[in-house]
Every structure is written in C-alpha cells, then in structure tokens.
C-alpha cells in the first residue's frame, strides 16, 4: 500500500478509503458479517474509515465502533455530524447547541474516547461558519476531535471557511469530502484546485457514482434503476441527461475491456489519480464487492485511456447537473433571480 500525506496533517492515509454507510439496516444489516468486511479492508492496508451519525440512525457507528475494538490505533477514524437525527429541529445542522450534543453520542457509538476526523456533512447555510467552527475548535482543544474537514462545500465556502479561521484564529478544515468520479466531474473546476491551494486534504465520495460505474446498469438490461425502483432526479431513466449517462458508460465499459480491466476497476483508478486527490471512499456492501474496489489500488491508467475518458467527458463537467450535491442552493432560481 502506498499512503499519502493527508494535506499538510502530517498523518498519512490510504487512497482508499472504507465508507460505512452501508453497514446497518441501510444495507448490510448483518453485523458478524461487516466486522468481516471491514476487518478484511484493514488487513488489505486501508487505514481510513468513514461513517456518519445519520448512517442508518448510529447503526452504522455502532458497527464500526465494535469493528475497530482492539485495532483502533491502526484506524484513521472519520465521522459526520448535521443530518438529521429525529424531528426535533435543533437535533441537526452546525450550530454550537448541536455539535457539542452529538459529539457524545458519535464517540459512544463508536466506542473511543477521540475522533480523528470530526466532519460537517453539509454546508448550513442558516449557521455563521464562525458558529460551527468555533464548537469544533473547542472539541479539538479538550481532545475529543483531531481534525476538523468539510463535506459537499463549494469553492467558495471552503474559501470563506478558510478565511473565517484565519481571522477568528480557530481550527480549519484541513479536508473537504467532495463527490467524485468519471461522470461527476464538477469539483474539477473550482473545489479541487481551492482544496489544493490551501493545502488541504480531499476525501472523494461515490467513484463509481452510485452504482452507474459498477458495471451493473447498462442499457436494455433488466436491472437498470428506474424511477420507481430508485426514486429521485438522479434515477429518473426519462430524464435526457440519464440517458445520456447510459451512452457514456456503455463506451467507458467498452474502454475498461480494451484495457484489460473492469469498469469498476478502471473507474477507482481514475479517481484516486488526480492530484487533488487524496483517497477516494468505497463503500461496499458485500465482501465481494470490496474485493472488486482492492485491485484497482495497482491499475495504472494509460495516457491513451485517460484521453479517451476526457473525451467521453470533459474535465471539469458532470454529465447530469443533479448528481451535483455541493453549491446547489447557490444555483437555484431563488438564489440567482431577483
């Protein structure tokens, strides 16, 4: 396994990462057997795990939390707080109120006395960044956090966080978690080159774009999602921009055998080869799917193959806008019209 360093940290991770939040009723309900799969994901080297409150209720931290018992110090530990947890308005978001409540709760969970990497799921647009970051440099200070990162932040408010920090002397964020991959290319443009120049580390979400780069959705097969089997935008088959996603893995798949690979294995290895990136989450359900994730770890991509992506899509685009979970509220038509 060949670490690399966690932005100026000092510490140094796996370009891997283990997501958790399949494990729990969200997806692997059974828990012997994801103790099985994450103790299998330590062994292979990966030394970051990252889960958060909201993952099927704390189930997920739970899980984790009973995995790592007696390896907690080969473990990287990242969990997320601001979804949320009930209907109560004030169990959510990054307020001072919450954060300090629901810290207790994570670390209990998770069976620790500290978190390395204490995150803010989403971006709170009706909290003072000054707010969150200051509960979160309290928490550093009496030892319960590390590090502090961002999560779906746009360029401008991981610029606006890094600024706050300065002026208020407080923590920083020394990551931000941004989605990732060959069909999800917007953070090229502007989050990945702002996480670079303030010397942060990049934590990549969902490289196979949540299941349309695992090779199982493909035209005219019957498994392809649907917009009753998975409800939403980003599942909506009549939509053009899905359609249009389907044309662009069928080629991407037809790249991936070219090259003696598959398309899951080719998809990671894009992803975790861009320089602002440092580790890129997986988040597997089955151990035969984290089976599939570990031998993209020694894929190297081709100059011709790489091209042949750009082609397919271009740097910097994401294929279907509605698969963009960061800086949305800043592109809707309240916010950009009078």
Do not use: C
């Amino acid at each position: 396994m060949q670490y690399r360093p966690l932005g100026r940290t000092g510490v140094q991770v796996s370009p891997l990462t283990l997501g958790a939040m399949m494990f729990g009723p969200w997806g692997n309900d059974d828990r012997q057997d994801a103790t099985r799969i994450i103790h299998r994901a330590l062994d292979a080297g990966i030394n970051v795990i990252d889960t958060a409150d909201v993952y099927s209720a704390g189930v997920s931290e739970e899980i984790v939390g009973d995995a790592i018992t007696g390896r907690r110090d080969e473990v990287f530990l990242a969990t997320k707080f601001f979804m949320p947890m009930d209907d109560d308005p004030n169990h959510r978001g990054g307020s001072r109120r919450w954060i300090v409540r629901e810290v207790e709760s994570s670390l209990r969970r998770l069976k620790t006395d500290h978190i390395d990497l204490y995150q803010v799921h989403r971006p709170d647009p009706g909290t003072d960044v000054t707010e969150t970051l200051g509960a979160l440099t309290d928490l550093v200070r009496q030892g319960k956090v590390r590090y502090i990162g961002s999560s779906s932040y746009s360029g401008s408010q991981i610029v606006e966080a890094q600024w706050a920090s300065r002026e208020r002397r407080l923590e920083r964020f020394v990551t931000e978690q941004p989605p990732y991959s060959i069909l999800v290319r917007g953070i090229e443009e502007d989050v990945l080159p702002a996480v670079q120049r303030h010397g942060m580390g990049t934590l990549t979400y969902s490289p196979l774009s949540g299941g349309w780069l695992s090779g199982r959705w493909r035209k005219g097969a019957a498994s392809t999602p649907t917009s009753n089997a998975r409800p939403g935008a980003r599942f909506d088959m009549s939509s053009p921009a899905n359609q249009r996603k389907l044309d662009v893995v069928e080629e991407l798949a037809l790249l991936a055998e070219q090259a003696g690979m598959s398309l899951v294995e080719m998809s990671i290895a894009w992803a975790i080869r861009h320089p602002g990136v440092t580790s890129a989450i997986v988040g597997p359900r089955t151990m035969e799917q984290l089976e599939s994730y570990l031998p993209a770890l020694d894929v190297t991509l081709s100059a011709d193959v790489l091209d042949r992506i750009d082609e397919l899509v271009a740097p910097g685009v994401t294929v279907n806008p509605d698969d963009n979970s960061y800086g949305t509220h800043e592109l809707t038509p309240a916010a950009r019209r009078r």
